[in-house]
């Protein structure tokens, strides 16, 4: 099996199966779409954009390929899986190869950890633990049609956070977040750039928003003795909005804000399946036991297993 960078020969194939693809990267596609052939080409012609697609080939049959993403996380020592294509070559054979030569590339570029998540009942979730993957939770994704929230009042209780903000959005992470979560990811990226709700002066309850053309996605992280109205606040500050207007939003509700999901049901969210989050550790061997870092200056070669 070989594994090597994707090439501009590999597009047509990656187009031809791109209905096909396995995504593992849940807030990308619900917000951009499936731009798995638009950022791979991306990640060909700019490799500083933090994206590496690489190939695993059969030798044997060379139409047999699986191709592979990740992206590097902003502001964390941590790169992403975003997809497997096309989904029915995402076998031992072809994945482990393909895993090894992205381990290689994200440990080369300084991160600590690889992360994937995917449906807890789906196959690939035994795929990925035999390529040492290992959960450290799990989430349930909401979705809210377009204009189905009711815009909050004047008075409502949240607002846009700010950078002076990011320190108490961290310390009520250090507090509520799992220690098995914390041990993955130490602390959240861009802490300033969503909404807060504060009392007394005390941050008790944060959103962090990734918004696209196709959808907004929030992660809800809220102190469980709140009352849900500062929950349903929450809702109707997003719908005010104006980036919201006629996109669909997206709740992740991780296992331990479970106390979420009885609002969003009675408020007609419609809830997805549940998924598993993943992560693989990686070290400097990562990149010491497959050889020259590809597209490093004056190094190539695939790696042959």
Do not use: C
């Not at 502001?75 to 482990?96: C, M, N, Q, V």
């Not at 607002?159 to 310390?171: C, E, L, M, Y």
């Not at 992470?173 to 959240?188: C, D, E, F, I, M």
């Not at 809830?271 to 050889?291: D, H, N, Y």
């Amino acid at each position: 099996m070989l594994a090597r960078a994707f090439e501009w020969r590999d597009l047509s194939y990656l187009h031809a199966f791109r209905a096909q693809t396995l995504f593992l990267d849940s807030a990308l596609v619900l917000t951009r779409g499936p731009l798995q052939v638009l950022g791979t080409m991306l990640s060909a012609v700019f490799p500083s954009a933090g994206l590496f697609t690489a190939v695993a080939q059969d030798e044997r049959h060379p139409r047999a390929r699986l191709i592979g993403q990740l992206a590097r996380l902003k502001g964390l020592p941590a790169a992403r899986l975003t997809f497997l294509s096309p989904e029915r070559f995402a076998r031992e054979a072809y994945f482990i190869p393909l895993l090894t030569l992205l381990a290689r590339q994200a440990a080369a570029g300084n991160a600590l950890r690889l992360l994937a998540e995917v449906e807890s009942d789906h196959a690939a979730l035994s795929l990925l633990r035999k390529g040492g993957f290992l959960p450290y939770g799990k989430q349930r994704i909401w979705r809210f049609s377009p204009d189905s929230i009711a815009v909050a009042e004047k008075d409502a209780l949240w607002r846009i956070a700010n950078r002076q903000d990011a320190f108490a959005v961290q310390q009520l992470y250090a507090r509520l977040a799992p220690p098995a979560v914390q041990g993955v990811l130490s602390r959240l990226p861009d802490a300033e750039t969503g909404l807060v709700y504060a009392r007394d002066g005390e941050v008790l309850g944060y959103a962090s928003l990734q918004y696209g053309l196709r959808g907004v996605f929030v992660r809800p992280l809220l102190q469980p003795d709140l009352d849900t109205a500062v929950f349903r606040s929450m809702l109707g500050t997003l719908a005010s909005l104006s980036f919201l207007r006629s996109r669909p939003l997206y709740l992740a509700v991780t296992a331990e804000q479970g106390w979420l999901e009885t609002s969003l049901e009675d408020l007609g969210a419609q809830p997805g399946s549940e998924q598993t989050l993943l992560f693989k550790s990686l070290t400097a061997s990562s990149v010491r036991q497959t050889g020259p870092l590809l597209h490093s200056p004056g190094l190539s070669g695939p790696i042959v297993f």
